[in-house]
């Protein structure tokens, strides 16, 4: 019998629901649920009928309760780098991803289910949420972008503090550190929001939202100049369809037809 998935996927309307499929463990992301979120996302970008992304976790417990600490508990100095690295890649995948993607999180969103759902667009959670970095229980650091993505989150101090101590936080206050884009009572209530938003953004020009992720990621990159990222993407969306498309629509008094061209 085949293996199960830890990635379960559907396509409903355009938007790619995955769902980490490893309940019994709390979901957590051992190197099979990597290598098929890597897959998945090499893939989004080029695949049409993908026009958005939810990402949340199977069962009423948890989006994701970190890397998997049994592979973490067998890691040496050389494969250490690697495993970090790697993850990085393959998060920074989701988080340039063109096309938007929104974390759903009930439940622990833990160590690497936290550096997850960080990397994503947005973030949508259910009131039972908890966040938190617990590595320095474990007597390491988050590898999968914790130490930046938290910092540029919520800022230097709260991150340092919550790095540090490994402390959680529900999902009240993680709404009013800037962790969350909304914050709902149930779990079917956030997927409703995470598609209300969807659907909103995919009557948008396609390719103007990927330029927005380009443009947006560009302020967290140091060796990068956002504002002549901006010029160019601002030119690219006017070599467009769509940008033809729009502006008549406006003029015309109808509602845009957006083609992703
Ligand atoms: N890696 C591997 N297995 C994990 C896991 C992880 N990150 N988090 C939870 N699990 C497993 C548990 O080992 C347990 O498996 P078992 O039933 O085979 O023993 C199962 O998921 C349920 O977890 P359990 O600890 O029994 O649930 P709980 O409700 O008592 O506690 C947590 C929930 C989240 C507080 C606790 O599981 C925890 O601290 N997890 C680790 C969090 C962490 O340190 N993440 C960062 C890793 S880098």
């Known amino acids: 019998m085949a293996e199960p998935k830890n990635i379960l996927s559907e396509n409903k309307d355009g938007i790619l629901y995955l769902t980490i499929n490893r309940e019994s463990k709390l979901n957590a992301i051992n190197f099979g649920t990597l290598e098929e979120i890597k897959n998945i996302f090499n893939e989004v970008n080029d695949?049409?009928?993908i026009r958005s992304v939810i990402i949340t976790g199977a069962g009423e417990k948890a989006f994701a309760a970190g890397a998997d600490i049994n592979e973490i508990a067998e890691l040496n100095e050389l494969n250490a780098r690697k495993f970090s690295e790697s993850g990085q890649e393959i998060f920074s995948l989701i988080e340039t991803c063109h096309k938007p993607v929104v974390a759903v999180i009930n439940g622990y969103a833990l160590g690497g289910g936290c550096e997850l759902a960080m990397a994503c667009h947005m973030?949508?959670?259910?009131?039972?949420?908890?966040?938190g970095q617990p590595e320095v229980n474990l007597?390491?650091?988050?590898?999968?972008?914790?130490?930046q993505r938290l910092t540029m989150l919520i800022g230097r101090a709260k991150a340092s503090e919550l790095l540090m101590t490994g402390?959680?936080?529900?999902?009240?206050?993680?709404?009013?550190?800037?962790?969350?884009?909304?914050?709902?009572?149930?779990?079917?209530?956030?997927?409703?929001?995470?598609?209300e938003i969807l659907h909103k953004i995919m009557s948008k020009a396609p390719l103007a939202i990927g330029m927005i992720v380009d443009c947006v990621?560009?302020?967290?990159?140091?060796?990068e100049n956002g504002y002549q990222i901006e010029a160019n993407s601002f030119a690219r969306c006017v070599?467009?369809?769509?940008?033809?498309?729009?502006?008549?629509?406006?003029l015309e008094k109808r509602k845009p037809n957006f083609k992703g061209e």
């Open 123 to 131: 973030r949508i959670a259910a009131s039972n949420a908890m966040f």
């Open 47 to 49: 695949n049409k009928s």
């Open 139 to 147: 007597g390491i650091i988050p590898g999968y972008g914790g130490t």
């Open 217 to 223: 990621n560009s302020v967290f990159e140091v060796d």
């Open 167 to 195: 402390d959680m936080v529900g999902a009240e206050e993680a709404k009013s550190l800037g962790l969350l884009n909304h914050l709902v009572p149930t779990k079917e209530d956030a997927i409703a929001k995470a598609e």
């Open 239 to 250: 070599k467009s369809e769509d940008y033809l498309e729009g502006t008549a629509a406006f």
